[in-house]
C-alpha cells in the first residue's frame, strides 16, 4: 500500500511517498481502508520534531480518519467488514490503510461523508472537552475565541452556540471573521486592525469576557487575558503563533480568574469512554447538520506537501483533508 513517511525530522517537502506492507488486524483490531485523513497544525510540528509527542521513525502523518472497515481481528464483535467508520490513530493516517484497536473507532451514519467525518474527532473533540469540561459555560455567557476560522476555533465557535454562549470571533482578516460569523460568531474583532483588549472590553460593554478560548498563544495571549471578566476562564489550547507566552500572574489574582489548560489527547486516555460518547454525539450532530465540520480543501496522498503547506501558511478555514 502506499504512505507518506516521515524518515527523520523534516519539512513538509521532505516527505517521502512509499509502498510499505499492508497491515494485518491483531487481537482487538480493526483494519481500516482510510478513505479520508484530516490533517492539523501539530502534524507540522510532529515531523519537525518540536510536538510532544514524537512517534518512532518511519511515521506518517494525519491523527483522525474516516473509511471503510476491511478486516476485524479475533474478539472483534462490534464491527465488521464494510461498516463506515472514524478513528482517532494519534498519527499514521496518511496512507491507504491502517490497524487501530477496535474501541478507536465510532461508526457514521450513511449519510456523513467521509471527508466530514475525518475532521470531526480532534477539533470538535478538543473544543468539547474545552467548554464543556473545562470552562463549564453558563448560557448568555461571552465567549472570546482567538484564531476564530481556524479548526479548532471554529469548532469552538459552533459547539458555544449551541451552548447559548454569546460568541465573540477573533481573527487576523475580515474574510476570516466573516466566515467565522457565517458558523456561530454573534459579533467580530480583527486583531490584526484593532487593539484586542479594548475591542473585546469595547464589545462587552467593559466588562470583559467570561471565557477566553485561545489556540494561538504568543503575544494574543496576555491581551486576551488582560480583556477577562472578573472570576473568568481562560483556557489554554494551543499555541499555533509558535511562541508560548510567559503570563504574569499578577493577571489571574487581580481578576480573580482561572487560567485552564486544556490537553485533549491526555484527558482521552485517561477517560476513554467519556470520550468515546463525545465522539459518538459529535459524529450524530454533524449527520444532523446542527455543526459542520466544514472542509477548507482536499487534497491527493501524494500531495500531502502542498496540504501540510496551506496549514503552514495559515491559510485554511476549517479542515484540510487527504484522500488516499
Not at 138 to 146: F, N
Request: charge should be neutral.
Amino acid at each position: 500500500m502506499k504512505a507518506i513517511l516521515c524518515s527523520q525530522y523534516c519539512g513538509p517537502d521532505d516527505l517521502v511517498l512509499a509502498d510499505i506492507p499492508d497491515p494485518v488486524a491483531a487481537a482487538g483490531e480493526i483494519v481500516i481502508a482510510i478513505k479520508a485523513a484530516a490533517l492539523n497544525f501539530f502534524d507540522l510540528l510532529m515531523i519537525q520534531g518540536k510536538y510532544q509527542i514524537k512517534p518512532p521513525f518511519p511515521f506518517s502523518p494525519a491523527a483522525e480518519v474516516a473509511g471503510m472497515v476491511e478486516s476485524v481481528g479475533a474478539g472483534v464483535t462490534e464491527f465488521k467488514p464494510g461498516d463506515r467508520v472514524v478513528a482517532s490513530v494519534g498519527y499514521n493516517g496518511a496512507r491507504e490503510k491502517i490497524a487501530v484497536a477496535a474501541m478507536q473507532a465510532v461508526k457514521i451514519p450513511d449519510n456523513l461523508d467521509y471527508d466530514r467525518a475525518a475532521g470531526i474527532i480532534i477539533i470538535y473533540g478538543t473544543a468539547l472537552h474545552a467548554l464543556e469540561d473545562r470552562a463549564r459555560p453558563k448560557p448568555g455567557e461571552t465567549l472570546a475565541v482567538l484564531g476564530a476560522a481556524g479548526g479548532t476555533g471554529l469548532a469552538a465557535c459552533e459547539l458555544g452556540k449551541l451552548m447559548g454562549l454569546k460568541v465573540i470571533a477573533c481573527a487576523s482578516s475580515d474574510e476570516k471573521l466573516a466566515f467565522a460569523k457565517a458558523h456561530g460568531a454573534e459579533v467580530g474583532l480583527n486583531y490584526a486592525k484593532d487593539d484586542l483588549k479594548e475591542g473585546l472590553k469595547q464589545i462587552t460593554g467593559g466588562r470583559g469576557v467570561d471565557i477566553v478560548f485561545d489556540p494561538v498563544g504568543g503575544a494574543y495571549a496576555e491581551a486576551a487575558l488582560r480583556a477577562v471578566a472578573w472570576e473568568g476562564r481562560f483556557l489554554v489550547i494551543g499555541f499555533a503563533a509558535g511562541e508560548i507566552p510567559k503570563i504574569p500572574l499578577n493577571l489571574a489574582l487581580l481578576k480573580g480568574c482561572d487560567i485552564r489548560g486544556v490537553f485533549w489527547g491526555a484527558w482521552a486516555k485517561q477517560n476513554p469512554d467519556k470520550n468515546r460518547a463525545n465522539l459518538q454525539k459529535l459524529v450524530q450532530w454533524t449527520a444532523d447538520g446542527k455543526i459542520s465540520s466544514h472542509v477548507d480543501r482536499t487534497f491527493p496522498l501524494a500531495q500531502t506537501a502542498d496540504a501540510l503547506n496551506v496549514l503552514a501558511g495559515r491559510q485554511a478555514m476549517g479542515k484540510v483533508i487527504l484522500r488516499p
